[in-house]
């Protein structure tokens, strides 16, 4: 009978610690996933400012060629003697009516190249930037091995194959989950680990989740020294 006994507990532990490896598993993987989207977006803010920078550039190659034809003019294209005063005058109006353009648009290249540049960095140091987990975040992917005795004596001594549904806790709990809006308000993204079995502090959650083990909470909710106010 106790032989019995150990060996239930022994392959319900073994269980226990194999499904909480597999859920910090999924965490970090989904963390990854989601420094890798992060990057993407970095790349596409770095592409399309790239666009303009370049765009600009050849705008100010092209408008500075343009600004030595029209000094040019000015220095060394004098018209023949005799030429009419009123073509004199329009030739110097239509000289300087181009040269303070194109001087312009040298001006507002290299402006529109500054603006661009400045945007970007304003967009990745202050909107776009990696999602790097903070300590909470941490502490609620990792599991102690004393947990287990928390869990409940019928887990603990399950039979195989013979354990149903009305004996696996869920963690949809209406009232817990409004509580968890409440503390986190304005976030609607989906958790890292709303996927599987784990419910995060992230964003909203399914409304009945399996929890086998009981131990599918915030690391706030299940007394951990560590996060207790000092």
């Given amino acids: ?40 977006w970095r790349d596409d803010i770095r592409d399309i400012i790239g666009m303009t920078e370049k765009k600009m550039d050849s705008y100010l190659v092209i408008a500075t060629l343009q600004l030595g034809m029209c000094v040019g003019l000015f220095c060394e294209g004098r018209l023949e003697p005799g030429t009419p005063p009123w073509l004199l005058t329009f030739y110097m109006l239509a000289l300087g009516g181009a040269f303070m353009y194109l001087l312009m648009a040298v001006w507002f290249a290299m402006h529109a190249s500054v603006v661009a540049n400045c945007s970007s960095v304003r967009l990745l140091t202050q909107f776009v930037r990696l999602p790097v987990p903070t300590w909470e975040h941490l502490e609620d992917l990792r599991t102690y091995a004393s947990s287990y005795e928390s869990v409940e004596w019928q887990h603990m001594l399950r039979v195989p194959f013979t354990g149903n549904r009305s004996h696996v806790r869920h963690c949809g709990d209406e009232h817990e989950q409004e509580e968890r809006r409440e503390a986190t308000p304005g976030m609607r993204e989906p958790s890292a680990s709303s996927l599987g079995a784990d419910v995060s502090r992230d964003g909203p959650e399914p409304a009945h989740v399996a929890d086998p083990w009981g131990l599918e909470r915030h690391g706030h909710r299940r007394g951990l020294y560590e996060l207790e106010d000092k």
């Avoid at 073994?14 to 890798?36: G, S, T």
């Fill in 1 to 40: 009978m106790a032989g019995g006994l150990h060996s239930l507990f022994s392959y319900n532990r073994e269980n226990f610690m194999f499904d909480r490896e597999m859920r910090q598993k999924q965490e970090f993987q989904i963390l990854a996933f989601r420094n890798k989207q992060a990057e993407l």
